[in-house]
């Protein structure tokens, strides 16, 4: 059964702090995304990668990073969390080859920032 | 650029009745590719059915079924015969082309209600 794993469902941050969110797949894609999922605004891309240390920004990469170092695992970091970060995040990935939108996604984190 | 629009914020319908999500939108690309998403309140994304812009025929998957008008620039999402379990988010997406990679934009989601 194809897995896409993100490491925490809640998580609870102080302004300032440090966040890493981390995505597992085990479906050995190429291709794996970040999104942000708020009411009203549907998901927005804001990172994604293609190969292992490659990233481009998606619409909204403001006050974020990534950092993909095996292929299996893709991270998004808030260097200096702020409140208007709180929302829910999902991890998602494909494979090169296949029709792009068969997107496998995670559960999703649901960070929030007081 | 390149976006996808839904007007039905919420959206209600009784059980065993067919129902359609709206969807129109945008782009220049004469390839694209157009999908929906299922969102229970569990939270995971779960992919329903799938049109290509060359596709001859409406996409069906089960009680799915996707009307794509692509004069119109619409591709609207068809339940037929709603069930409780349909009640959910769904998200209309396009896939576009970004620095030669490919990748999904959403709409805003629709949350639909099956009435008992």
């Known amino acids: 059964d194809v897995k896409v794993t993100q490491s925490s469902r809640y998580l609870v941050k102080r302004t300032g702090e440090k966040v890493f969110l981390e995505c597992v797949q085990d479906?050995?894609?190429?291709?794996m995304f970040w999104y942000r999922q708020d009411p009203g605004l549907g998901l927005r891309l804001i990172y994604f990668?293609?190969?292992?240390?490659?990233?481009e920004k998606g619409d909204i990469p403001e006050g974020y990073s990534v950092s993909r170092e095996k292929k299996e695992r893709f991270s998004l970091i808030l260097e200096s969390a702020s409140t208007n970060q709180t929302s829910m995040y999902l991890c998602?990935?494909?494979?090169?080859?296949?029709?792009?939108?068969?997107?496998?996604f995670g559960e999703g984190s649901r960070l929030t920032v007081l | 650029a390149q976006k996808i629009t839904q007007t039905q914020p919420g959206m209600f319908v009784q059980e065993k009745e067919a129902v359609t999500l709206d969807c129109t939108y945008d782009?220049?690309?004469?390839?694209?590719?157009l999908f929906w998403y299922k969102q229970p309140s569990s939270g995971e994304m779960i992919f329903l059915i799938y049109?290509?812009?060359?596709?001859?025929q409406n996409a069906t998957e089960g009680r799915y079924s996707l009307n794509f008008q692509k004069a119109r620039k619409s591709a609207n999402l068809v339940i037929s015969a709603s069930q409780l379990g349909d009640s959910a988010m769904y998200f209309c997406?396009?896939?576009?082309?970004?620095?030669?990679?490919?990748?999904?934009?959403f709409g805003k989601g629709t949350k639909l209600t099956v009435n008992p």
């Open positions: 990668s293609y190969d292992v240390k490659m990233k």
């Open positions: 997406a396009m896939r576009r082309l970004q620095g030669g990679s490919e990748k999904l934009v």
């Open positions: 049109q290509g812009s060359y596709d001859q």
């Open positions: 998602a990935s494909h494979t090169s080859g296949d029709r792009l939108g068969e997107l496998f």
């Open positions: 479906m050995d894609h190429e291709n």
């Open positions: 782009t220049s690309d004469p390839s694209y590719g």
